[in-house]
């Protein structure tokens, strides 16, 4: 992960070798939703596919640093953020009770965005987001199976600035697919297994110092 942000920093200085650049940095924060997704999941403990209701829903703040030259920036940042996540399993298929369809998430986040200011003070970008899971907590136990230290994922969007703020609006999913592996009394040799590919949305506001 250190690595490769080195590389994007390495990458864009040489890029802009003879240019101005100018630095901004400052505070962010905003929200994380998905707005109650009806998605297709694989359940290990039945044998067929059902769709469920996917709720994951939080919140984020962080510090960010931008990088300009002319209308092109890059922009590191670095956000702790909270996700609760729900998972809506129609009782029928599974007994949900043995089900761990409620959990909490604590963990790093690292966008490393690549902008492009098109008009006046509105701007588009996308690039690399770095994960860190840091805790998983439910009814305040600590699940460790449901934790995947590192992960890898994309994000884009745009912003709009005003004055010393900056209002951006952007997607965020992951080159894998969310995964749940827990039941709290697995059938045989089977456990609950969910996976899903839905997308993540983030508003934030952020502040230049």
Known sequence: MKNLILFFLFFFINFSYGQLISIDYGLKAGINFNSQLNITADIESIDN???IFESRNGQHFGIFLK?????????????????????????????????????????FDIPVMI??????????????????IKKVNFDNFNIDDLKNDYRIGLQYGFGVKFLRFEIDIRAERGFKKNEINYMKNSIGNKNQFITSSGKLYLLALSFYL
């Not at 298929?93 to 043995?98: C, D, G, W, Y």
């Not at 492009?116 to 860190?132: A, D, S």
């Open 49 to 51: 596919k059902i769709n």
């Open 67 to 107: 990088l300009k030259i002319k209308d092109f920036y890059l922009k590191p940042e670095f956000n702790f953020t909270q996700i609760k996540n729900s998972y809506d399993i129609p009782y029928i298929l599974v007994q949900t009770k043995n089900v761990i369809t409620n959990f909490d998430q604590k963990k």
């Open 115 to 132: 902008g492009y200011k098109f008009f006046k003070n509105l701007n588009i970008f996308v690039g690399p987001r770095f994960e860190y």
